[in-house]
């Protein structure tokens, strides 16, 4: 597609919950990234994937967060066991290896 | 490890004004800097970036020059626009040439009034 394509825009879902959030980069791109966006912690890194390199998870705060990334392409953000400190805008990005970074419109995750 | 500081908004100026947003790093190497910019209701856009020491990037009349000496990156704009009204975070790369995560400052709210 023209841009990086996040699914879904807004999740709402209750504590102690699942959630998936999906990610689909811009064609080619071969790095992709996932930031968290949260009030009071402003643009957090939470993990980074290289072509088949081992992914950088130096930014996921627990291990209920997971990412995994298939084919190269499109990844998927898990987190397990919702808190309401989970509630922020999930961001996913993408670029080339020497090239900018292009950022999705976000998902908007409220646990409530 | 590598950190952005980037003056507290909000900033609130009126129509024409110049605009100044501080922003200064901490990195081990040489990042490249950037600054971006989230209009209300919409993603994190690149607004421009520089990759080397004493490079200048602009765009829509926004200008910031890398300065290693001070390990500055500051934003200015000689007259702002209401349109111009919008978050902005400055961010570095902590590898130039290649891809690598981004590390971004708290961000700065401009209110541009008429």
């Known amino acids: 597609g023209a841009g990086v394509s996040q699914s879904p825009s807004n999740k709402v879902t209750e504590k102690g919950k699942d959630v998936e959030l999906r990610c689909d980069p811009i064609s080619g791109h071969t790095a992709l990234y996932w930031y968290r966006q949260s009030l009071g912690q402003g643009l957090e890194f939470l993990i980074y994937?290289?072509?088949?390199?081992?992914?950088?998870k130096s930014g996921l705060p627990s291990d209920r967060f997971s990412a995994e990334r298939t084919g190269g392409s499109v990844s998927t953000l898990t987190i397990q066991r919702t808190q309401q400190e989970d509630s922020a805008v999930y961001l996913c990005a993408s670029s080339y290896p020497q090239g900018t970074t292009f950022f999705g419109q976000g998902t908007r995750l409220t646990v409530v | 490890g590598d950190s952005v500081t980037q003056m507290e908004g909000p900033v609130t100026l009126s129509e024409e004004a110049f605009l100044t947003i501080n922003c200064t790093y901490t990195?081990?190497?040489?990042?490249?800097l950037f600054w971006y910019v989230q209009y209300p209701g919409e993603g994190l856009q690149l607004l421009l970036k520089a990759t080397k020491a004493d490079d200048k990037g602009s765009n829509k009349g926004f200008e910031a020059t890398y300065r290693k000496e001070t390990t500055s990156f500051h934003l200015e704009k000689g007259s702002v626009q209401v349109s111009d009204s919008a978050v902005y975070f400055c961010?570095?790369?902590?590898?130039?040439?290649?891809?690598?995560?981004?590390?971004f400052g708290t961000g700065t709210r401009l209110q541009v009034t008429l």
């Open positions: 994937f290289q072509g088949n390199s081992a992914p950088d």
């Open positions: 961010a570095l790369s902590g590898l130039t040439g290649t891809a690598s995560k981004l590390t």
């Open positions: 990195a081990t190497g040489y990042p490249s």
